[in-house]
T-cell receptor, first 111, second 115 residues
Framework: DAKTTQPTSMDCAEGRAANLPCNHS???????VYWYRQIHSQGPQYIIH???NNETNEMASLIITEDRKSSTLILPHATLRDTAVYYC????????????FGTGTSLTVIP | NAGVTQTPKFRVLKTGQSMTLLCAQD?????MYWYRQDPGMGLRLIHY???????AKGEVPDGYNVSRLKKQNFLLGLESAAPSQTSVYFC??????????????FGAGTRLSVL
């Protein structure tokens, strides 16, 4: 599985967009990019995922570069409840069962 | 619809004691997983199951056993607990393991301390 690199921590002002980067330079063609978050002491929560195209749902947008070597998770209007650790994970399409979470980015939304 | 439910939520064991953690899901998912999370670290996969009656080892399986006798339940056992097994344990389930549909739904966790 491709490895991912994320900043250890980030701050964002409440109401502003939070842009969380992820580097996955060794990603292969059949690997999806998943984003999860973990609010303090709770179980991880699925946010969004994609393969090549940009994706948007009610929680966030996922922007994947054309070469697929990096991606950005965008929370359009961050709230205090978005303070959490955000995990970027890449995973093959149909092989294996491992989901490597890494240490993620700790996002703090500041009032 | 409760999703993924883990019991117990907290437990303190003495070294050498045994216990079983229960995970139950009501989403009719085929795939279930057990992870552990140590302080300041990401989740690591212990064991997983691709269907009733099947189990497989994950990244850190030593010291744990699992069983999937019913589709909705996945049990994690510690036969002889050690202080190194102090951790938060998360159970998850998913409809599929294919890349597009492997959205894992997690329980609230079990906080285990081994003294």
């Amino acid at each position: 599985d491709a490895k991912t690199t994320q900043p250890t921590s980030m701050d964002c002002a409440e109401g502003r967009a939070a842009n969380l980067p992820c580097n996955h330079s060794t990603i292969s063609g059949n690997e999806y990019v998943y984003w999860y978050r973990q609010i303090h002491s709770q179980g991880p929560q699925y946010i969004i995922h994609g393969l090549k195209n940009n994706e948007t749902n009610e929680m966030a947008s996922l922007i994947i570069t054309e070469d697929r070597k990096s991606s950005t998770l965008i929370l359009p209007h961050a709230t205090l409840r978005d303070t959490a650790v955000y995990y970027c994970i890449v995973r093959p399409q149909n092989t294996g069962n491992q989901f490597y979470f890494g240490t993620g980015t700790s996002l703090t939304v500041i009032p | 619809n409760a999703g993924v439910t883990q019991t117990p939520k907290f437990r303190v064991l003495k070294t050498g004691q045994s216990m079983t953690l229960l995970c139950a899901q009501d989403m009719n998912h085929e795939y279930m997983y057990w992870y552990r999370q140590d302080p300041g670290m990401g989740l690591r996969l212990i064991h997983y199951s691709v269907g009733e009656g099947t189990t497989a080892k994950g990244e850190v399986p030593d010291g744990y056993n699992v069983s999937r006798l019913k589709k909705q339940n996945f049990l994690l056992g510690l036969e002889s607990a050690a202080p190194s097994q102090t951790s938060v344990y998360f159970c998850a389930s998913s409809y599929s393991i294919s890349g597009w549909r492997n959205i894992q739904y997690f329980g609230a966790g079990t906080r285990l301390s081994v003294l």
